[in-house]
C-alpha cells in the first residue's frame, strides 16, 4: 500500500486527479492537503469523500511546522503538487499571497520530503504541477517545448517559474526525485467561474456582460481538464526522475474566438435566437503585461509515454456547458457576496 499526497485537491484540477486516483487505485491511500481557499471547494469531492483510501487534511502549505508535522505522520511515498494561487488577474492586485504559496508553500513540502526520504528515496516521487506561463509569451509562430528558456511575464507565472527552479535544485542539489510537468490553458467542470470559460458560460447563463480583455486577439491553447488528469497519471507512474514533460491540447483558439464560439453553443441551449448571446460581448480594458500567445509542444510526452489528448474541443466545450447547466446549485454556492466584490476590487484597480 503506497501513501500519496495530493496539494490542492479541492481546487479544480485537483478534484479530479484526486478523483481519478482514489477510484483507480484502491490500494493507495490518498492524502489530499488543501486550504480551501475562495478556490478550493469539497463539494467537488463528494463522489469519493466516504472512500476507505480517502482522507482529507485541511491545513496550509506555508505552515512549516504543519507540513513538516504530516510528513511525519503519515511517511508519504509520493507528493502531487497542484496547490497554488492560480489566477493571474488575482496575482496582479495582489503578488504576495502566489509568493507565500507558490514558493514558499512549495519549499516547504520538498524540504519535509527531503527530511523523510534521506535514507530511502527510492521508489519514492515529489511530482510539481506548472504551467506553461513560465515560458513567457509567443508571437504568431512557434511552440513551447520543455527546452524554451523560462521568461515569465506575470507575478503568477513568476511565482510558478520559481518554485519550478527550486524544485530541479533539490533534485541536483539534494538529489530529491522529482518530476516536472508544464500544462497549458485547463478547461472543464468544476472550474472556478474567474477564469475564462467558466465566467463566460455564468454571465451569459445570467445575461451579464462578457468582459474580453483588450482586442480579444489573445491566443491559449485549450486542454480538457480529464486528459491534463490522465498525462498526470502517467507521468507520476512512469515519467523519469529529473525530467519535465511540456502538456498541451495542440487547440489554439484567440479569446473572441472561444468567446463567440461559446455564445452559440449557449444561444442553443438556453433556446436562444442566433447572435442573442453574442450582444453580451464587452471589450474592457486589456489585463497589464498580457501574455499574447501560448502555444505547447507535448511530442515528448506523446513519444516517451504515449500520451495522447482524447477530446475534440468543440465536443470537450458542449460537455462542460451542460456540466455548469446541471450544476445550478455549485455555480451559486461558489458565486457568493465575497466572489462579487472581489470582482468590484478588480475593475476599481484598473
Ligand atoms: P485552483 O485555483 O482551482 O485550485 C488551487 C487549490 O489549491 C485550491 O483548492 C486551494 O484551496 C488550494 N490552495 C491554495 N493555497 C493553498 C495553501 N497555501 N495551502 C494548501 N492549499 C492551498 O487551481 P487549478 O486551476 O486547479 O490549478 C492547480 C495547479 O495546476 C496549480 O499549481 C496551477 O499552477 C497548475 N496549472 C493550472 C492550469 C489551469 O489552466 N488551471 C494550467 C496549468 C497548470
Ligand atoms: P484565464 O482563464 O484567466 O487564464 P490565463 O490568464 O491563465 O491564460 O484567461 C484566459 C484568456 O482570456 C487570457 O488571455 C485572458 C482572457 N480573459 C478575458 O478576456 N476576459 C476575462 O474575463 C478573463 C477572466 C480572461
Known sequence: MKTILITGG?????????????????????????????????????????NENYEFVRGDIVDVDFVQELFNKYRFDGVIHLAAESHVDRSILNPMDFIMTNIVGTVNLLNAAKIIWKDNPENKIFYHISTDEVYGSLGKEGF????????????????????????????????????????????GANQFPEKLIPLCINNIKNNKPLPVYGKGENV???????????????????????????????????????????????????????????????????????????????????KNLGWKPSLQFEEG?????????????????????AYQKYYENLYDKR
Open 10 to 50: 479541492a481546487g479544480f484540477i485537483g478534484s479530479h486527479v484526486t478523483k481519478r486516483f482514489v477510484k483507480k487505485y484502491p490500494d493507495y491511500k490518498i492524502v489530499n492537503l488543501d486550504k480551501l481557499t475562495y478556490a478550493g471547494n469539497l463539494a467537488n469531492l463528494t463522489d469519493i469523500e466516504k
Open 144 to 187: 513551447f517545448t520543455e527546452e524554451t528558456a523560462y521568461d515569465p511575464r506575470s507575478p503568477y507565472s513568476a511565482s510558478k517559474a520559481s518554485s519550478d527552479h527550486i524544485v530541479r535544485a533539490y533534485f541536483h542539489t539534494y538529489k530529491i526525485p522529482v518530476v516536472i510537468s508544464n500544462c497549458s490553458n485547463n478547461y
Open 220 to 302: 491559449r491553447d485549450w486542454l480538457w481538464v480529464e486528459d491534463h488528469a490522465a498525462a498526470i497519471e502517467l507521468i507520476f507512474h512512469k515519467g523519469k526522475v529529473g525530467e519535465t514533460y511540456n502538456i498541451g491540447g495542440n487547440n489554439e483558439w484567440k479569446n473572441i474566438d472561444l468567446v463567440l464560439l461559446l455564445c452559440k453553443i449557449m444561444n442553443k441551449k438556453l433556446g436562444r435566437k442566433e447572435g442573442e448571446s453574442e450582444k453580451l460581448i464587452t471589450y474592457v480594458t486589456d489585463r497589464a503585461g498580457h501574455d499574447l500567445r501560448y502555444a505547447i509542444d507535448s511530442s515528448k510526452l506523446q
Open 317 to 337: 466545450l458542449e460537455k462542460t456547458v451542460d456540466w455548469y447547466l446541471e450544476n445550478e446549485t455549485w455555480l451559486i454556492n461558489v458565486t457568493s457576496g
